[in-house]
C-alpha cells in the first residue's frame, strides 16, 4: 500500500539553487523519513522527523512537517551536482502491533551544472 | 564500518530454480526487511522481522519466504522463481522499525 505521495515526480534546476519536494500522506503516523537514492544504489536515511516536529534541519537540508494537512517538505539548499538522485519520504502509519515503513513513489531530482 | 551487506549483487536464473539472497547486518538491529523497487511502483515491503524467531509478511509476500535464526542475518528465500519476480531487492535494518533504516546495496534479480 503507498502511503506516501512525492509531488513533483520529477524536478530539475541550476546548481546553487533550492529545491523543493513535497511529500503527502494519509494515516495517522509516528514520524516521517526521507532517504536519497543514487542511481539502482540503496537508499541512505537523511532525517526523520517526529510527529509531534514541525521543523527540522540537518545540513543544508531542511523537512517540515504539517500533520494536520498530512504533509511534508524537504527542501535542498545552495544545490550541488552530488545531490543529483531520487529522494522518498517514508511514512510509519499507527498501525497496532505494526512496525514498518512505508514508501512513496520518489521525486528524481537533477542538478545541471 | 556499520554496514548491511546483500549477495549476490546480480542474478539472473530461470524460474523454477530455487535460489536465496542473502542478508547480513553488523550493527545488533533488531528489525530487518525485505523490499523490492519496480518502476511506477516503488519500493514495497515484502516480509519484515522485529527479532530472532520473529517474521511477518509485509505488503507482497507471495513466492516469498525467510528466516531469521540469528540476529544478523535475514535471508530471502525464492523457493520458485518466476518472472514477475524479476526486480531491484533491497534489504535493510534498523533499531526497531521506526527508526532510520541502513538499507543494503541491492540485489538486481532477474528470472527468465
Known amino acids: 500500500s503507498q502511503q506516501g505521495e512525492e509531488d513533483p515526480q520529477a524536478l530539475s534546476i541550476q546548481e546553487g539553487e533550492n529545491a523543493t519536494m513535497n511529500c503527502s500522506y494519509k494515516?495517522?503516523?509516528?514520524?516521517l523519513q526521507w532517504y536519497r537514492q543514487n542511481s539502482g544504489r540503496g537508499l541512505v536515511h537523511l532525517i526523520l522527523i517526529r510527529s509531534n516536529e514541525r521543523e527540522k534541519h540537518s545540513g543544508r537540508l531542511r523537512v517540515t512537517l504539517d500533520t494536520s494537512k498530512k504533509s511534508s517538505s524537504l527542501l535542498i539548499t545552495a544545490s550541488r551536482a552530488a545531490d543529483t538522485a531520487s529522494y522518498f519520504c517514508a511514512t510509519d502509519p499507527v498501525i497496532q502491533g505494526a512496525q514498518k515503513l512505508v514508501f512513496g513513489q520518489g521525486t528524481r531530482l537533477t542538478i545541471n551544472p | 564500518e556499520a554496514q548491511v551487506t546483500q549477495n549476490p549483487r546480480y542474478l539472473i536464473t530461470v524460474t523454477g530454480k530455487k535460489l536465496t539472497v542473502t542478508c547480513s547486518q553488523n550493527?545488533?538491529?533488531?528489525?530487518m526487511s525485505w523490499y523490492r523497487q519496480d518502476p511506477g511502483l516503488g519500493l514495497r515491503q515484502i516480509y519484515y522481522?522485529?527479532?530472532?524467531?520473529?517474521?511477518d509478511k509485509g505488503d507482497v509476500p507471495e513466492g516469498y519466504k525467510v528466516s531469521r535464526k540469528e540476529k544478523r542475518n535475514f535471508p530471502l528465500i525464492l523457493e520458485s522463481p518466476s518472472p514477475n519476480q524479476t526486480s531491484l531487492y533491497f534489504c535493510a535494518s534498523s533499531w526497531t522499525g521506526l527508526s532510520g533504516y541502513t538499507f543494503g546495496s541491492g540485489t538486481r534479480l532477474t528470472v527468465v
Open positions: 522481522s522485529m527479532n530472532v524467531e520473529v517474521t
Open positions: 550493527m545488533n538491529h533488531e528489525y
Open positions: 494515516t495517522s503516523i509516528n514520524n
